[in-house]
């Protein structure tokens, strides 16, 4: 936009300059050159608006054929696309969707060029109104030939240099209407934020988390998840939350590290809303495996150590770290030890699931955090890895907090207070002993799973 700014500042003095040699000779034609371009100008932009307009409607359907693109080309979907054999259907679906953006933009193309040539046209009627006056003017004897000579001259470019003003005046008002785009895009602030004056953090937690009341509805869904869910979170404490699918336990998880608040009801922490805390400060006390955790194509070490990554060089840190998570086992196979590159993205090393999951797990022992949040943490692991996980699980210091998710009651049995999650609400509570004496929904989940194994 700044070049063609700088441009037609260039066009404007010397179109000014001709511009002026021929009001001399004649201000009426001067007038009239300047009025016809007018049109092409309007025509200019109102094309380019249209093709903004479209840009903005097609955004959702460009996003379609990107991930279509994705699915055909990434590894992660390698696998499925081979054995369903579905390159036929992305490849149809691809086709149908560039040929729908196609016609739609040649759709547009073609009306803007419609328009632009009949007001193009009404440009070069209105030189060649000029061009036949000076002639007849000459014919008649009223100007020289030298100043039709002149005057032609001017007109073709004048002309020319207010056509291609127009054209970029168009393109930078095109181009500001997405510039408008970017400025609201930056302007968006989270809805989730630190208010103003906000607290730090307790260190350490003295009272723990509590849920008082709260019930959460997403946005886009019809019916509230969690109903009035109340229960306390003590320091030191270790609850496992388990509940059928769908039953909210992951949003549960969100809520307490505020990547969602409640719709109504509170959570504390120790006695203040979690809303009066610093965003930043709370979350920093926060260390979690989540159920869709991340494999960073990073290095081994790294791998680790985002979970607090100032001290990534501290190779002390992370050996510990490795070692209450079994990861140690899978980086000493490794080629380059810590500092091999992981995942196919980067020509690194591809790791088994469970093993993506040890490593994930150190990154929770790795973080100097006050509360530990584990979303199916073993669900890949096998049953040695998990019993060994389990051990070392009982080392952390008792003034880490956790909460656990999980189907496996191998792990919920890392808990010492076990919550059961139905149809929105905490119906059970208490140790495994206590809830198998009762014989409702945890004992008759528990026996399920048992009597597989018998
Ligand atoms: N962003 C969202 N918008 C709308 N609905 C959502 C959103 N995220 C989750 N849900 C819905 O909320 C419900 C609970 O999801 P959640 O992930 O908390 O379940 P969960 O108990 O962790 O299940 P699982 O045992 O399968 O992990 C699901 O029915 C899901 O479809
Ligand atoms: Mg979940």
């Not at 109340?230 to 769908?246: C, D, K, Q, T, W």
């Not at 189907?407 to 002993?433: C, K, P, Q, W, Y």
Request: overall charge positive; glycine content about 6%; proline content about 4%.
């Amino acid at each position: 936009m700044i070049e063609q700014i700088g441009r037609i500042l260039q066009l404007l003095v010397s179109a000014v300059a001709l511009a002026a040699g021929l009001f001399t000779v004649s201000p009426a034609m001067t007038f009239l050159l300047i009025v016809s371009a007018i049109p092409v100008a309007l025509g200019e932009s109102h094309g380019a608006f249209l093709l903004y307009a479209l840009n903005f409607v097609q955004t959702p359907l460009r996003r379609q054929l990107l991930y279509i693109m994705h699915l055909g080309t990434w590894r992660e979907s390698a696998k499925e696309v081979k054995l369903f054999d579905l390159s036929p259907f992305l490849g149809h679906r691809f086709g149908e969707l560039s040929k729908q953006l196609h016609d739609e933009e040649c759709k547009i193309h073609r009306q803007k060029l419609w328009l632009t040539t009949a007001l193009s046209s009404l440009a070069i009627l209105g030189q060649f109104a000029i061009y036949a006056f000076v002639l007849w003017k000459a014919i008649r004897g009223t100007i020289s030939i030298g100043t039709l000579t002149f005057v032609t001259g001017v007109v073709t470019s004048v002309s020319l240099r207010l056509q291609e003003m127009f054209i970029l005046l168009s393109a930078i008002a095109d181009g500001s209407l997405y510039l408008t785009d970017l400025i609201d895009f930056f302007a968006l602030k989270p809805k989730i934020r630190s208010k103003p004056g906000a607290l730090p953090a307790p260190r350490p937690f003295r009272q723990g988390f509590e849920f008082r009341n709260v019930s959460f509805q997403y946005p886009a869904s019809p019916r509230k998840l969690l109903i009035d869910v109340n229960f306390h979170l003590a320091p030191g404490e270790r609850i496992a939350l388990v509940g059928e699918n769908g039953n909210g336990k992951t949003t549960i998880v969100k809520l307490l590290m505020r990547f969602l608040d409640p719709t109504d009801g509170q959570i504390l922490l120790d006695g203040r809303d979690l809303r009066e805390y610093s965003l930043e400060d709370l979350r920093r006390q926060v260390g979690a495996v989540f159920q869709d955790f991340v494999r960073y194509n990073l290095t081994a070490a790294d791998n680790i150590a985002v979970s607090q990554i100032e001290h990534r060089t501290d190779r002390r840190r992370l050996e510990l770290a490795a070692e209450k998570s079994l990861a140690a086992g899978v980086i000493s196979q490794l080629p380059h030890k810590y500092e091999t590159m992981l995942g196919t993205h980067v020509n690194g090393v591809d790791l088994s699931g469970g093993e993506w999951q040890q490593l994930a797990l150190s990154r929770v022992y790795f973080r100097d955090a006050q509360l530990l949040v584990l979303d199916e943490p073993t669900s890949a692991l096998d049953p040695f890895a998990e019993e060994a996980v389990f051990q070392r699980f009982s080392d952390l210091s008792k003034e880490r907090t956790v909460l656990i998710v999980s189907h496996r009651f191998s792990t919920v049995r890392m808990a010492n207070r076990i919550l059961v999650l139905h149809d929105g609400r905490i119906t059970e509570s208490g140790d495994h002993d206590q809830l198998m004496a009762l014989g409702h929904r945890y004992a008759k989940m528990f026996e399920l799973q048992a009597r597989r194994y018998q």
